[in-house]
């Protein structure tokens, strides 16, 4: 854990509203995640913190609201254009490239990054030795240097929540967002996994959405609570604990 | 086709050995017409195999390319290079612009709308028929047999040249798959949402891909357009789009090498059987109803599993 | 431009666009119950059409071959689904596009075998040879009788469609096939059945067609063509953008005929390429 760091604010979210129809599935919800901190994102199931996550990062556009990045305004921009601003996510439900390999998904990724990279037609990928050694890094970093040849569909469902973090972290973002990244761990994952996740905060802010309270409770520097579209409370996590209408928000769900 | 083609290798020395075959199995005018055809069809091919995208409009670029060609030998004078370059220039710079257009829509709309635009292709022919000539082609291209000094003339020549320039495409086509754009084809092809949560320029991607199969197919009908010598309508008609998907999808599109099976295949099978019964072509509909069932890698990936049965056989002995 | 002829040009339009929205509902219906587009579209049109010209040869009478068109191709789709479709279902899309288009072609070529490659055309039924008077203006009967057709049918297909269970099931299914299965539907039934209507659409388009443009095997194609171009710019899922595309398409096409006529077809694709680019999802559309 880090000290939160006093200063601009990473990414600014202000008065978000996201409506499907007639539903509203955000009102209003504003909040700020500083540089070099991990933010999480908690509220029972149903609360919006996935469509905040998808209005953040361009997926969904907010039908009301402002957000900033960085000192830019994104609001509007298109959901590729945000990660060269500098953001980064990995997704509730897995989403990689399953037939080709652990090393090729992470080599997309950095290669995403070295943007014009991409439109080299005339050879190989392998002539780049700086993005297959960040490749190397990020496998390290991972765990995942033995299966760097699997198939990704193959990975064990732990593996392939830690290729997911993988990927988001070639793009070296200065915000990146995690959507539950922990479920369906088994115990040794989860706890390597709450490593890596914790070691971020020195080079990036994290976003996190997860529902295991005790990990959250440990690395997060700031959480807010969501419940219903609406932010309820915002604060270090020795206060959250405490407060009683996150009690009543769960009424009774703990870790 | 997969990003990285399992022997790209391989298939360089089948096609080669393909290329070398043909002109002493079939009349070497039949032998152009299966290496023109290829090469229309690995526009196709390009499109589905590697990014995904199912194109029921190449025959459009095809008949552009033609026209080009032909105009510019005909009316502007231009030799045989120069014109096949601005036949392959049309077709891109024109795929460019609808492409542009139409990969903002996705799945069967975006098929819909190949097939729209290659409808549109021979009402434009219509539309100018005092440069184009309308329903009769176009006629009166002059013919150009001087390749840099070397002859054309005679059909085995032609043949070799088509053959040259079929092979040209086809290394191209496998270095591009083997290449960093080539790998980010195949990453939408595999998982769009998940490529442009990368950063990637999905649209912009998609664009050049069909660009690229639109430069393709007008280079293959610059290429008709020296073989016949004239331009017949029927170059820019749907049936050519569809004679192309077909060939491609019978070839398989796993591996450009595909597009040279596929086309000897329907161009030899063609020949054959229109003599004997014309209505061949229910036959080769219910073969690709068989493919799409049960064989969807085409003929290339039949030749892969006997060659695997083939090592698995010997492995045992 | 005269009044006359600008009323001839105006009702052409309209009669053009009648027809290209019966083309053109089947296959949005199709599109918007069972998320797939059926490649063979055109060629029940083409289908109904030959046997609207073999009834009329045969029996002379032209409704006969408004009965049985519509009717046969309708037995002739089902067929198809049952044997062939249904296993596909299950398979990316392109496998149902490809199938379907291989179905077309072997439709193409059956009718190529049993009437010959060659054209042919299809008297207009004497009932309704002769023309109207509208006013001081003429025009011709069987035009007018086709236009009403195709809005009979465009209001009992709405009425079906809105007002009928059977409807309220295809919108239902339109929104999710999954629901309405769970909610106890056969809905393999109102596949089989949205199929054979909308090909039944697609036939008595074929059927009116026939006196006005006469039948050859390769209509198939262009009409397939057509059927996509109205769908695109009307909005794919809804008999509302079926009818707007389909008149609107007309209306180009004939206002079009007379300004330019060479260039009349090109000038619908065209339309097609500013509605795309304007407005995405189709005049009326929601996809």
């Given at each position: ?5 006093k ?6 979210a ?17 909040m ?15 609360a ?36 060269h ?10 989403s ?34 700086d993005i ?33 973090i ?22 040794d ?6 490593g ?30 969501m ?14 604990r405490?407060?009683?209408?996150v ?9 | ?5 399992r ?21 070497a ?28 409009g ?24 120069p ?15 609808l ?6 829509r996705?799945?069967?709309?975006f ?21 184009t ?28 040249f088509m ?45 050049a891909?069909v ?5 393709i ?30 060939i ?32 061949w ?10 493919l799409?069932?049960?064989l ?22 | 431009?005269?009044a ?16 290209y929205?019966?083309l ?34 045969w ?22 689904e ?13 496998a ?47 035009r ?6 195709a ?26 096939a ?12 109102v596949?089989m ?9 697609a ?20 009409a ?10 009307g ?6 953008g ?11 096409q ?29 005049l009326?559309?929601?996809?």
């Open positions: 854990m880090s000290e939160s760091t200063g601009e604010p990473i990414l600014i202000d008065s978000i509203d996201v409506r499907f129809g007639d539903f509203q599935a955000l009102s209003g919800f504003s700020s995640v500083q540089p070099a901190t991990i933010h999480a994102l908690i509220g029972p199931n149903g919006g913190k996935t469509t905040l996550f998808n209005a953040l990062t361009g997926v969904r556009k907010p039908s009301g609201g402002r957000v900033v990045f960085n000192g830019h305004t994104v609001t509007h921009a298109s959901a590729h254009r945000r990660v601003y500098g953001m980064s996510r990995s997704f509730q439900v897995t990689l490239f399953s037939a080709l390999t652990v090393a090729e998904n992470l080599r997309l990724a950095v290669q995403a990054r070295h943007a014009a990279e991409g439109w080299v037609f005339w050879r190989g990928p392998a002539r780049r030795r297959s050694d960040e490749v190397d890094a990020l496998l390290t970093e991972t765990f995942l240097t033995g299966r760097a040849d699997t198939r990704a569909g193959d990975l064990s469902h732990g593996g392939q929540r830690s290729l997911e993988g990927m988001a972290l070639a793009g070296r973002p200065k915000l990146i967002f995690l959507d539950e990244p922990l479920a369906g761990m088994g115990i994952d989860v706890h390597r996994t709450k890596l996740i914790s070691s971020l905060s020195s080079r990036m802010a994290v976003l996190l959405i997860e529902h295991n309270m005790s990990v959250v409770l440990d690395i997060s520097d700031r959480i807010t609570v419940a219903a579209g609406r932010k309820i409370a915002e604060d270090v996590p020795a206060k959250i405490t407060d009683p209408a009690r009543a928000a769960y009424l009774g769900s703990t870790a | 086709m997969q990003a990285l083609e022997s790209p290798n391989l298939a360089t020395a089948v096609v080669l050995a393909t290329l070398i075959v043909l002109p002493f199995v079939v009349p005018t039949l032998a152009s017409q299966i290496a023109i055809f290829a090469t229309g069809a690995l526009s196709v091919a390009l499109l589905l195999g590697a990014v995904g995208l199912l194109s029921f190449q025959g459009l670029y095809l008949g552009v390319g033609a026209y080009v060609c032909g105009i510019l030998a005909k009316d502007a004078g231009m030799g045989l290079i014109a096949l370059l601005m036949a392959t220039l049309a077709g891109a710079v024109l795929a460019g612009i492409g542009s257009v139409i990969v903002r996705h799945g069967v709309y098929v819909m709308l190949t097939l729209a635009f290659g409808q549109m292709g021979y009402f434009a022919v219509l539309a100018f028929k005092n440069v000539g309308g329903e009769n082609g176009l006629t009166g291209v002059p013919r150009q047999f001087d390749l840099l000094g070397l002859s054309i003339a005679n059909p085995l020549a032609m043949y070799v053959a040259g320039a079929f092979f040209l495409v086809f290394l191209l086509v496998q270095r591009v798959i083997a290449s960093p754009f080539g790998s980010v084809l195949a990453a939408i092809r595999e998982n769009e949402p998940r490529s442009i949560a990368l950063g990637y320029a999905v649209a912009r991607y998609k664009t891909a660009a690229l199969a639109g430069g197919a007008g280079l293959a009908g610059g290429l008709h357009v020296v073989f016949l010598g004239f331009v017949p309508p029927s170059d820019i008609e749907l049936e050519m789009s569809q004679r192309l998907l077909v491609a999808l019978i070839g398989g599109i796993g591996s450009p090498g595909g597009a040279l099976l596929g086309s000897a295949f329907y161009t030899i099978v063609s020949e054959a059987l229109s003599e004997i019964w014309p209505r072509l229910a036959l080769i509909a219910l073969l690709l109803i068989g799409v069932l049960f969807p890698g085409g003929l290339w990936s039949a030749g892969r599993r006997i060659s695997a049965l083939f090592e698995r056989k010997t492995a045992h002995e | 431009m005269s006359q002829l600008l009323l001839f040009q105006v009702l052409n339009g309209v009669g053009i666009g009648m027809i929205f019966l053109s509902v089947g296959l949005t219906l199709i599109f918007g119950l069972m998320r797939f587009v059926n490649f063979a579209h055109g060629a029940f049109y083409l289908a109904a059409a030959y046997i609207a010209y073999a009834v009329v040869l029996t002379g009478s032209f409704w006969w071959a408004l009965l049985f068109g519509p009717v046969l191709v309708a037995i002739l789709a089902l067929i198809i049952r044997l062939l479709l249904r296993h596909t279902y299950a398979l990316p899309h392109e149902q596009i490809l199938i379907t288009f291989a179905v077309a072609l072997i439709i193409q070529e059956a009718i190529i075998l049993i009437f010959s490659p060659l054209g042919h055309n299809v008297p207009v039924p004497s009932a309704l040879s002769g023309v109207l008077f509208l006013g001081p203006y003429v025009y011709p009967s069987y007018l009788a086709v236009i009403g057709v809005a009979l049918v465009a209001v009992v297909l709405w009425i079906a469609i809105e007002r009928t269970k059977m409807g309220s099931i295809l919108r239902a299914g339109s929104e999710s999954e629901m309405v299965g769970l909610l106890g539907i056969n809905v393999d039934r596949f059945a949205t199929f054979a209507l909308g090909a039944a659409l036939g008595l388009a074929g059927v009116l067609v026939a006196p006005l443009r006469g039948v050859e095997p390769f209509m198939s194609a262009e397939l063509g057509i059927a996509f171009v109205v769908v695109v710019v909005g794919l899922g809804t008999l509302s079926a009818l707007v595309g389909g008149i609107l398409i007309g209306l180009v004939s206002i079009m005929s007379t300004l330019w006529p060479e260039g009349a077809q090109l000038m619908i694709y065209a339309a097609m390429a500013l509605v795309i680019l304007i407005r995405p999802t189709g009326m559309g929601r996809i």
